[in-house]
C-alpha cells in the first residue's frame, strides 16, 4: 500500500492533522476538520472476510463510521498519531470471535405474527406502529443484525424509520425499504376484511395489466422505496384460498421488473410455486424469497442468471408450529397451506444449495419474532449448508444483494464499522450466532 510523502510546516492544526496520516497508510487518509473518533478493537479471532480463515490476535482501527486499518498484534496508537483534540476508546474482545454486522434480506419491521394481530391492526394508529417497529428495529440490531431488507411494511412508515435510523434518531439497523408491488386479490393485496375496509386499506400499488404495473413501480420508488418487492405466487398467510401458484402474469412480472431496473431499483419476488419462481426468474428478477418448489428448471435459470435465493426457512418452522399448536388463530385456509408449504421448504433449501444455487440469509422476521433471526442459520446448518456458507450467506452475498458491496459485507479498510463479536466462533458451532454479546454500527457502539 502506498505511503503519502509529506513536507509541510509550519506547524498548524492542519498540518499536524497531516502529519498524522503520514504515519498511516495512504488509503486510511481521512481528512476531518473537527476531532476524530478513534476506536482501536483488540480481536482474539477476526473474521475479516467469511470466506477466507479467521485471523488471530488482531486489530481494527476506526476513524468515526469507517474501518482505517487492519493489523496484526494488538495495537496501540501513539500521541504522534492522534490530536489532542481527537478521542481513542481502546475496546477489548480478546477473549470473542469478531465479525462482520449480520444481514437479514428478508425481515418485516411493522409487527409480529400471533393471535392479537389483526385486531390490533384496527386499533393502532399509524403512531403506534412507527413506534413498534423502533422497538423491533432496535431488537434486531441488538442480536448482531446491522442491515436488513425490510419487504412489506406500510411504505410512508418504513421510510420514515429508515431515515430516522439514518440521521442516528433512533438505534436500528441499515434499512434498505422495498416498496410493494402486487396484483389485485393476489397475495400482497390486503384481504379477509369487510368490503369496505378492503376498498380502504386497498393500496395505491395493487396493479393489473402490464402498463399499470409499470405506473405502480415508478409510484413506489418516487414514493421512496430502495428495492421493490413482487409476489409472483400466492402466499401462506393470505387468507383466500388462492393456493400458492403462479398470480402475476409474465407480462406483469416483465414490465416491473424492467421499469424497477431503469430507474436503478432491484427486485424482490415472493414465490413459492415452481412456475411462479421460474416465471419471475426469467422475467430478471433479482431475488426469489421462499422458493419452497423450486424444481429442475428453476435450478438453472437460478444459475443463468445470478439471482439470490432468499431460503426463510425460519417463517417455514414457525408458521408449522403455529399451525399445529392448539388454540391457534389461523384460518382453515391459512392452516393447510401453513403445514403444507412449512414442511417443504428445508428440503427445497437443502437441494437449491447443493446444486450451487446463490444463497442471502433471510427469515421473514415478523413472522417469527423479531430479534430471534439468528435460528434461521441453525436451520440452514441442518438443512445441511456448511457454517462457513452460512455466514458468506448472511455477510458477503447479503451486501451483494442490495448492492453495497463496496461498504459492507467484510471488514476492510475504507468500509463501514458494522463490527459484532461472540464469545464462542459460529464456524466451530453455528448457534453461536445466537448469542451476539457486542455490535457496532457504523463506528458507534451499540451493544457490549
Ligand atoms: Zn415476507
Known sequence: MSQLSCRTSPKTSFTKALTLFCTLPLATMIFHAQAADYKVIHAGE??????????????????????TEVKKGYLTLSEQQVLSTDTVEYIDLKDSFVMAGLMDMHVHLQGELGPKNDSESLRMSDADVAMKSAYFANKTLMAGFTTVRDLGAKPEQIYALRDAIAKGWLSGPRIIASGGVSVTGGHGDVDGKSPDLLDMLTSKTICDGPYDCRRATRRAIKYGADVIKITS???????????????????ELKEVIDAAHALGRKVASHAHAAEGINAALRAGVDSIEHGSYANKESIKLFKQSGAYLVPTLLAGDTVVQMAKSKGNFMSDAIKAKAIRVGNDMQNNFGNAYKQGVNIAFGTDSGVSRHGDNAKEAVLMHQAGMSNQDILISATINGADLIGMSDSLGTLETGKQAD????????????????????VMKSGAVHKR
Open 46 to 67: 477476526l473474521l475479516t472476510d467469511a470466506s477466507e480463515k479467521p485471523l488471530q490476535q488482531y486489530s481494527l482501527v476506526i476513524i468515526d463510521e469507517k474501518i
Open 233 to 251: 405466487t400466492g402466499g401462506v398467510l393470505s387468507d383466500t384460498n388462492t393456493g400458492t401458484g403462479q398470480q402475476m402474469a409474465n407480462d
Open 419 to 438: 463490527v459484532i463479536a461472540m464469545k464462542m466462533s459460529p464456524l466451530r458451532q453455528i448457534d453461536a450466532l445466537l448469542d451476539v454479546q457486542f
